[in-house]
């Protein structure tokens, strides 16, 4: 039997409402395959920011740092402001585990309402660089409240950083049947940090001849997610451009209410982290009725990180049963079912 200890932090809103699916689906699917989960849960979250005075433990990273994973729903609440929320639990996640690829599959699945006409087939992965780019905290403001008010915020592209990120995206390239990797750019516009990433790109691309390439600019990239999907396969992005990618990317294949992400240490130096790429939804919080196939399908991330294959794709096929079943789809998809209708349908189709 193979066991793992998964710290659970559900957060905020939403993210309280599809956790418990997530759990549910993989209970059943540990049962199927020998494995058991111990669930440690965590109350970190906006909430406790109020009640406790900090949206974690100010020992909360040693607490987790020797899980085997970490299952997040979403953080962020209209009481936080949203720059506390994130740089004071995830970022702190992300990047003192060094988890520095985020892996964002986007699948367009039959049965799911989608905004494209024709309705190519469309499957592939987005590699968002996690840990520098644009989110970096070096900057600052000058002159605040004067008419020479003026804000700096620096960019920060590191050779380690970014020759890591591109090594992640050429080997999962490498591993797919198409072996096509594309770049997102913009060094038209951001002339130093840009060329640098253009140079890596090409520079990493000497070690992988059987990986086909190409880049764009970010601009032109966005629009060929949606009139295009069809022509990519792994896409590797800067932190930000990743971003911008990953919410498009759902979209375009119909709701970003079933997009799962992984915020992986490829070293396994630390746990990973395994997360709907949506947020909390403050606006339908509360109503029992958000999509919990984001947090089913990060499950099923991290199943196979930690080395179950199997179990993630059987998940990932009861997924698909469920989803051509309109009278099981939650109101984002045009269904009228619940949270819970929907996550005990996938446990039941497991
Ligand atoms: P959001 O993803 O929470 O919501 C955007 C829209 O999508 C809303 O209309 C919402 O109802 C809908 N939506 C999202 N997830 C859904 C689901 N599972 N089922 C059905 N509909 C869904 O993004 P928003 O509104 O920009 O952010 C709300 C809060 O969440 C903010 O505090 C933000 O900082 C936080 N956030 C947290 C993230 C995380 O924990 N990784 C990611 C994105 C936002
Ligand atoms: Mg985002």
């Given amino acids: 039997m193979a066991k793992y200890r998964i710290a659970v932090i559900p957060g905020d809103g939403i993210g309280k409402e599809v956790m418990p699916e997530g759990i549910r689906v993989l209970d059943t699917v540990a049962a ?3 494995i058991e989960f111990e669930w440690d849960h965590l109350d ?6 109020h009640s406790a005075g900090g949206m974690m433990p100010a020992d909360g990273l040693d607490r987790i740092r020797n899980h085997d994973a970490i299952y997040l729903g979403a953080v962020g609440w209209p009481t936080v402001p949203d720059h506390v929320s994130l740089w004071e639990l995830l970022i702190p996640i992300r990047r003192n585990f060094q988890q520095y690829v985020n892996l964002r599959p986007v699948r367009l699945f039959d049965g799911v309402p989608c905004p494209l006409a024709g309705r190519p087939e469309i499957d592939f992965w987005i590699v968002r660089e996690n840990n520098e780019g644009e989110y970096s905290e070096i900057g600052g403001r000058l002159y605040p409240g004067t008419d020479a008010e003026m804000a700096v915020q620096e960019n920060v592209f590191t050779r380690r950083g970014t020759d890591r990120v591109l090594r992640y995206a050429f080997e999962l390239a490498r591993s797919r049947p198409e072996k096509h990797l594309t770049s997102a750019t913009k060094s038209n516009g951001i002339i130093h940090t840009m060329p640098f990433w253009d140079e890596r790109f090409k520079a990493m691309g000497e070690a992988y001849p059987d990986v086909r390439t190409d880049q764009y600019h970010i601009d032109i990239l966005t629009a060929h997610f949606v009139r295009n999907p069809s022509r990519f396969d792994v896409v590797v992005g800067s932190n930000l451009f990743g971003d911008i990618l990953s919410d498009l990317g759902p979209a375009v294949t119909g709701t970003i209410g079933i997009a799962p992400s992984a915020n992986i240490n490829p070293e396994r130096d630390f746990p990973s ?18 999509n919990p196939i984001g947090q089913i399908w990060s499950g099923a991330m991290m199943l196979d990180h930690l080395g179950h294959p199997d179990a993630g794709k059987a998940i990932v096929g009861a997924i698909e049963k469920v989803l051509v079943r309109p009278d ?6 045009g269904g009228k079912a619940t949270t819970a209708g929907l996550g005990q349908a996938v446990a039941d189709a497991l």
């Fill in 32 to 34: 199927r395959f020998g």
């Fill in 44 to 49: 970190w979250s906006c909430d406790r920011y």
């Fill in 328 to 333: 099981l789809l939650t109101p984002d998809m």
């Fill in 273 to 290: 982290m395994f997360e709907p790429v949506h947020g909390s939804a403050p606006d339908i919080a509360g109503k029992g009725i958000a």
